[in-house]
DNA sequence: GCAAAGTTCA
DNA sequence: TGAACTTTGC
């Protein structure tokens, strides 16, 4: 069975709200590491993957592998009737038929319980490769955020150029071009706002705005977002998770071919 | 060429955003005395009347006349992606195709730039003439604001009074009817609160709150506003710029004929 | 604590 | 497309 105890409902709100717009139905594989999740997105542009490890959890039980397939749309509308500050339990037999949630106010005073029916889902094994990439950014997620939101009223895409200067969004559309330059920056006052490339040769990528502003929905659940870049392998967006757990959200999103010029 | 340089982005985020809703294209002229706008509503009701003199820049160039045929729409677009202490820096060739439009944030860690493609627009020359008025009230921005958002729950048009006492907006609509009077007054303590009239005779027109109410999205730029009356007359709400440059954002709104009772 | 902006729903 | 609600910045 499983019994997994989160201080901070917030916390899973956030991360099915980032995840709910790019996939319908999905498994939570549960195991005695912690509750994992991957899946392609209806168009099998994205693949979401999150990592819950059991650090992460005020308590953490799962004696046998577990795969509960909830269709995120329900979980969305339950997950609304929690505080942000709730705890919430999740729990499920060994082969069960309802994922168990429970929602207990930080006073007490007020314990909300519901069961949410599971549904068979074909586990498509996604095999992502592990990947040295070539350059890796470390900016503030807020802000990947705005550029993201800024070039999309301009494009439908964006290059993504690193080099060991900074990064540099560019984009072109209809009404004129835009482009973003951030240079790396160590601020040693206010380090939140820093920005590091680790880069062993520059990337010059174009992905799709649409698909990476919705990504950043995941804004919230981290102050800072790594992007890892190789030439024609996915981009890969990283959340952290629950700082010091190993805990993590990740997106990849395939570059668009032909595109880059 | 036009080489132009603005310490905060926000003041030119704030006249595109108090003019945009008003009209969709529009040349903005630029000259060796800085740059101006000048623009009736797609209605040909109101008339939009912007001047940046060369001192309101932290820089400024301009060799010949250039006009530059923007839609608003898409500065708008560009102009969302400045942070509001970002330095702004508008440059445009002597024949151009595209302004560009660069924003540096104040850590110079982050540079943006855009390039709007520019548009030919027919200049309908616009003679505005020079008019003595009647009565000039000036007063808060905000308050005024507060006031044409108020009585527009109430109404379409607002009657505004002007006589030696004060300053009295009265409206009247299908649930009721409103007025608010405001006594000419000099505070001393405060004053960014005093209200001055100045008049050599009483007058009392009628106007649309509903241009009024966009004309006053232009409240974040000046603590005060002008509006200066006459008979026949459209009414002119001035919004000074940059303090002691001399320039301005202006509106003019015609009155409505035969329903001032 | 309020106002403006964004997002979601109708 | 607009309106209401939520969220964020001042």
Redesign the interface.
């Known amino acids: 069975m499983l019994e997994a105890r989160l201080t901070q409902a917030s916390l899973f709100k956030k991360v099915v709200d980032a995840i709910k717009d790019l996939v319908q139905d999905c498994n939570f594989d549960c195991n005695d590491s912690g509750i994992n999740l991957q899946a392609m997105d209806n168009s099998h542009v994205a693949l979401v993957s999150m990592s819950l490890k059991t650090d992460a959890f005020a308590s953490f039980r799962c004696d046998r592998n577990i795969a509960l397939g909830i269709n995120l749309g329900s979980l969305t509308k339950v997950l609304r009737a929690a505080g942000n500050d709730d705890v919430l339990s999740l729990k499920a037999e060994d082969a069960p038929d309802v994922v168990n949630i429970v929602f207990e106010s930080s006073s007490q005073d007020r314990i909300s319980e519901y069961d949410i029916k599971l549904m068979d889902i074909d586990q498509e094994h996604l095999g992502i490769p592990e990947t040295d990439y070539a350059a890796m950014v470390t900016m503030p997620a807020a802000?990947f955020q705005?550029i993201c939101r800024?070039?999309s009223?301009?494009s439908e895409s964006v290059a993504i150029e690193v080099s060991k200067e900074g990064v540099k969004f560019t984009c072109t559309g209809?009404?004129?071009?835009?482009?973003?330059?951030?240079?790396s920056?160590t601020?040693v006052e206010n380090p939140k706002?820093s920005?590091e490339i680790e880069m062993t040769e520059p990337v010059a990528l174009t992905f799709s705005l649409k698909y990476l502003v919705n990504f950043c929905k995941a804004s919230g659940l981290s102050d800072k977002v790594k992007l890892k870049l190789s030439a024609e392998v996915p981009l890969l967006v990283e959340y952290p998770l629950s700082e010091g757990t190993n805990s993590f959200l990740q997106f990849y999103l395939a570059p668009k071919i032909g595109d880059e010029e």
């Open positions: 802000e705005r800024d070039l009223a301009l209809d009404i004129g071009s835009g482009s973003v330059q951030l240079r920056n601020n706002e920005i």
